[in-house]
């Protein structure tokens, strides 16, 4: 090998030998990973990560159609009479909440009276026989 | 692998249901001289990365990221641009290697409790000695080879980059001054540089 006193080119082009023969003595084992990750950039030719709403056009025409359907038939469907009773028992729902959320009913529950209930009750049964 | 291949097949359908026969022929056409260039740039490419990071996962795993992203975003550049995008998009990856590093770093030096744990283990394969005789070329070889990896080692990026990237790779100099993302007079700049330390420091070494 000759000294670097050479003029810039030949220390260039000596570098570059240098350096090329390092590059050849690449271990088999690097060669290899290199090759496999060759192989696999090659296979993803294509395959660019696309944006998340360009992922609706992949899929099938039919599931798409169903979930339009479903998804208007959902949105604009009318109340119907048999449905009322859904909605009363919302509304009786709400009163359920209410009275337990009361606090004139937990001490109610609290203070709770028995005898004078059943008495209550017994008054109450009495008056819708003499009634009738 | 069978991730792609199955990427790769709706790619393929596509082609096929536009009845369009010579698109998937010239996908094909692609891939083969997309895997022509890489094969003939992997190495060097290996080795650049290595001399920056130092580390020899490191660089394969540079590497494979820099052909998985041109092979998803550029392939269906014009082959004459693959190359200054590879090295671009290389040069990206070593870059956020090493800042990640850096940060690493920081954070580790805070940890009262550190351990070699972050070492790998030499592999006893590697570090055993060849059984075949050295001979005297060999040896020069070997000692050239190191003495400029480690003045390359202590050069700053940047005109480490523009050295190999000339000097190994061969790119002229509007290819490197695209593949580093600079203009061209500043490659010449840090190539110069790059040249005065080489010699500077290897003055005396027998290239």
Same mark, same amino acid.
Request: net charge negative.
């Given at each position: 090998?000759?000294? $670097?006193?050479?003029?810039?080119?030949?220390?260039?082009?000596?570098?570059?030998?240098?350096?090329?023969?390092? $590059?050849?003595?690449?271990?088999?084992?690097?060669?290899?990973?290199?090759?496999?990750?060759?192989?696999?950039?090659?296979?993803? $030719? /294509?395959?660019? +990560?696309?944006?998340?709403?360009?992922?609706?056009?992949?899929?099938?025409?039919?599931?798409?159609?169903?979930?339009?359907?479903?998804?208007?038939?959902?949105? +604009?469907?009318?109340?119907?009479? +048999?449905?009322?009773?859904?909605?009363?028992?919302?509304?009786?729902? $709400?009163?359920?909440? &209410?009275?337990?959320?009361?606090? &004139?009913?937990?001490?109610?529950?609290? /203070?709770?009276? /028995?005898?004078?209930?059943?008495?209550?009750?017994?008054?109450?049964?009495?008056?819708?026989?003499?009634?009738? | 692998?069978?991730? !792609?291949?199955?990427?790769?097949?709706?790619?393929?359908?596509?082609?096929?249901?536009?009845?369009?026969?010579?698109?998937?022929?010239?996908? %094909?056409?692609?891939?083969?001289?997309?895997?022509?260039?890489? =094969?003939?740039?992997?190495?060097?490419?290996?080795?650049?990365?290595?001399?920056?990071?130092?580390?020899?996962?490191?660089?394969?795993?540079?590497?494979?990221?820099?052909?998985?992203?041109?092979?998803?975003?550029?392939?269906?550049?014009?082959?004459?641009?693959? %190359?200054?995008? !590879?090295?671009?998009?290389?040069?990206?990856?070593?870059?956020?290697?090493?800042?990640?590093?850096?940060?690493?770093?920081?954070?580790?030096?805070?940890?009262? !409790?550190?351990?070699?744990?972050?070492?790998?283990?030499?592999?006893?394969?590697?570090?055993?000695?060849?059984?075949?005789?050295?001979?005297?070329?060999?040896?020069?070889?070997?000692?050239?080879?190191?003495?400029?990896?480690?003045?390359?080692?202590?050069?700053?990026?940047?005109?480490?980059?523009?050295?190999?990237?000339?000097?190994?790779?061969?790119?002229?100099?509007?290819?490197?001054?695209? =593949?580093?993302?600079?203009?061209?007079?500043?490659? %010449?700049?840090?190539?110069?540089?790059?040249?005065?330390?080489?010699?500077?420091?290897?003055?005396? !070494?027998?290239?």
């Amino acid at each position: 090998m000759r000294p $670097v006193t050479s003029p810039l080119t030949e220390f260039e082009r000596n570098a570059r030998a240098v350096l090329e023969d390092s $590059v050849a003595r690449v271990d088999g084992r690097t060669r290899s990973r290199l090759n496999q990750a060759r192989q696999l950039a090659v296979e993803a $030719v /294509g395959t660019r +990560h696309r944006p998340w709403w360009r992922a609706f056009a992949l899929m099938p025409a039919g599931a798409v159609a169903a979930a339009l359907v479903l998804a208007v038939m959902l949105w +604009h469907r009318e109340p119907t009479a +048999h449905e009322s009773p859904l909605l009363e028992g919302r509304v009786t729902g $709400v009163e359920d909440m &209410d009275l337990l959320a009361d606090a &004139d009913g937990l001490d109610l529950v609290e /203070g709770w009276d /028995g005898p004078f209930y059943e008495w209550a009750a017994d008054q109450t049964d009495t008056n819708v026989q003499s009634d009738s | 692998m069978p991730e !792609f291949a199955t990427l790769a097949s709706p790619y393929s359908m596509l082609a096929a249901s536009h009845g369009d026969v010579d698109l998937t022929d010239e996908a %094909k056409t692609r891939s083969r001289a997309l895997n022509q260039f890489l =094969a003939g740039v992997e190495l060097k490419a290996f080795k650049i990365a290595q001399t920056a990071l130092r580390h020899e996962d490191d660089a394969l795993d540079a590497v494979q990221d820099a052909m998985l992203q041109l092979a998803r975003a550029y392939a269906h550049r014009p082959a004459q641009e693959w %190359k200054p995008l !590879f090295y671009r998009i290389l040069e990206n990856r070593i870059r956020d290697m090493q800042r990640r590093r850096t940060v690493r770093g920081r954070v580790i030096a805070w940890l009262p !409790f550190r351990g070699e744990e972050d070492e790998d283990e030499p592999d006893p394969i590697a570090q055993a000695p060849s059984p075949e005789p050295q001979p005297m070329r060999r040896l020069e070889l070997d000692q050239a080879v190191g003495a400029l990896e480690r003045a390359l080692g202590e050069l700053p990026r940047r005109q480490q980059q523009a050295f190999l990237l000339r000097t190994l790779e061969g790119l002229d100099v509007a290819a490197t001054a695209a =593949a580093m993302g600079c203009s061209e007079g500043s490659v %010449k700049t840090h190539y110069f540089r790059a040249l005065q330390a080489l010699r500077a420091q290897l003055g005396d !070494f027998y290239l």
